[in-house]
């Protein structure tokens, strides 16, 4: 069965740090995109960061020059380095991957519980 495992989240003051660590623990064919979303209290998922299988980035504007994605294909994990956190980052993260469970099936979504980010002011 696959399963995103999320770590990482927790308190912080604004200006600090925090890394995300999402990894599957299942077994499957193949995973090609990953990504990073956040739903912040009262608002709707919103798009963080995506990575493809060969390391293409995109970044929401909200996190440019601030947020890193990577990802460790071998590990079948990705990462996001939160800097220079602000109060307005807090929100729920989820961990979100385009995952082909066997050979000659199309991929599905597949979503992690989801981590909290508290960032105070």
């Known amino acids: 069965q696959v399963q995103l495992v999320e770590s990482g989240g927790g308190l912080v003051q604004a200006g600090g740090s925090l890394r995300l660590s999402c990894t599957n623990s299942?077994?499957?064919?193949?995973?090609?995109?990953m990504g990073w979303y956040r739903q912040p209290p009262g608002k709707q998922r919103e798009l963080v960061a995506t990575?493809?299988?060969?390391?293409?980035?995109n970044y929401a504007d909200s996190a440019k020059g601030r947020f890193t994605i990577s990802r460790d294909n071998a590990k079948k994990t990705v990462f996001l380095q939160m800097n220079s956190l602000k109060p307005e980052d807090t929100a729920v993260y989820y961990c979100?991957?385009?995952?082909?469970?066997?050979?000659?099936?199309?991929?599905?979504?597949?979503w992690g519980q989801g981590t909290l980010v508290s960032v105070s002011s």
């Open positions: 979100n991957a385009q995952i082909r469970r066997w050979i000659g099936v199309p991929e599905s979504d597949y």
């Open positions: 299942g077994m499957v064919f193949s995973i090609n995109g």
């Open positions: 990575i493809t299988k060969d390391g293409t980035t």
